[in-house]
Nanobody, 126 residues
Framework: VQLQASGGGLVQAGDSLRLTCAAS????????IGWFRQAPGREREYVGA????????YLGASVRGRFQISRDNGKNTVYLQMGSLKPEDTAVYYC????????????????????WGQGTQVTVSS
């Protein structure tokens, strides 16, 4: 499985941005896709996930109500729609894939994901 994250950039606080995670090697509806982010000097943080087969999405507490995750099976792509961006959202954003169906507690654990994309930088200015 190969993942390609894209769509990052420099935006102002309050703006919106959509990140794309394009997958190859497996169909996105057969794998769980997670989004994580990492700011300089900080640990990798769980942003959210969309589970395989179903369209159920999960979001971390720090982004709930501002971010959304969706999947386009025809394009084999998962999106992270980010709204009401804040300077503290500045980070490198990664998408990751887990092949086997996770239990809930696994979704936020980066160690349980099998494949990672290269990351895309998001910078939010105040």
């Amino acid at each position: 499985v190969q993942l390609q994250a894209s769509g990052g950039g420099l935006v102002q606080a309050g703006d919106s941005l959509r990140l794309t995670c394009a997958a190859s090697g497996r169909t996105v509806n057969s794998i769980t896709i997670g989004w994580f982010r990492q700011a300089p000097g900080r640990e990798r943080e769980y942003v959210g996930a969309i589970r395989q087969s179903v369209s159920t999405t999960y979001l971390g507490a720090s982004v709930r109500g501002r971010f959304q995750i969706s999947r386009d099976n025809g394009k084999n792509t998962v999106y992270l729609q980010m709204g009401s961006l804040k300077p503290e959202d500045t980070a490198v954003y990664y998408c990751a894939a887990r092949l086997s169906r996770p239990i809930m507690s696994m979704l936020a654990n980066p160690a349980t994901y099998n494949y990672w994309g290269q990351g895309t930088q998001v910078t939010v200015s105040s």
